[in-house]
Nanobody, 115 residues
Framework: QVQLVESGGGLVQPGGSLRLSCAAS????????MAWYRQAPGKQRELVAV???????NYADSVKDRYTISRDNAKNQVFLQMNSLKPEDTAVYYC?????????WGQGTQVTVSS
C-alpha cells in the first residue's frame, strides 16, 4: 500500500521559515519524481516545486529563491524548505509522487502565515 505522509506545517509569522517533510512508503522511491503542490481556500491546486528522480529541480515563479525542494532516497523522504514566508503562501501543502502512469498524493499539511 502506497502512503505519503506530510509533516511540518503550522502557523508562522510573515518572514519566517518552515520545513515540510514527506515520508513515502510502498513505492520504489528513487525512481519517482516528487513534487509539492498547494491549495489555498477557493483556489485551484498549484504546483510549487518538483524534484526529478535524477535530482533536477523546478519551482513556481511565486516561490523561486524562497523555497528549496530536496530529497533523501536513502530515507524515502522529500523536503520543502520555505523561507521568507508571506501571507499568500497560506495553503494546504500536498506531497505528490509520480512515475509513468502512477501518481500518488499525501493527505496534506496546513501552512498558515499570519501575524
Amino acid at each position: 500500500q502506497v502512503q505519503l505522509v506530510e509533516s511540518g506545517g503550522g502557523l508562522v509569522q510573515p518572514g519566517g521559515s518552515l520545513r515540510l517533510s514527506c515520508a513515502a512508503s510502498g513505492i520504489i522511491f528513487s525512481v519517482y519524481n516528487m513534487a509539492w503542490y498547494r491549495q489555498a481556500p477557493g483556489k485551484q491546486r498549484e504546483l510549487v516545486a518538483v524534484i526529478t528522480s535524477g535530482g533536477s529541480t523546478n519551482y513556481a515563479d511565486s516561490v523561486k529563491d524562497r523555497y528549496t525542494i530536496s530529497r533523501d532516497n536513502a530515507k524515502n523522504q522529500v523536503f520543502l524548505q520555505m523561507n521568507s514566508l508571506k501571507p499568500e503562501d497560506t495553503a494546504v501543502y500536498y506531497c505528490n509522487a509520480n512515475y509513468l502512469m502512477r501518481s500518488y498524493w499525501g493527505q496534506g499539511t496546513q501552512v498558515t502565515v499570519s501575524s
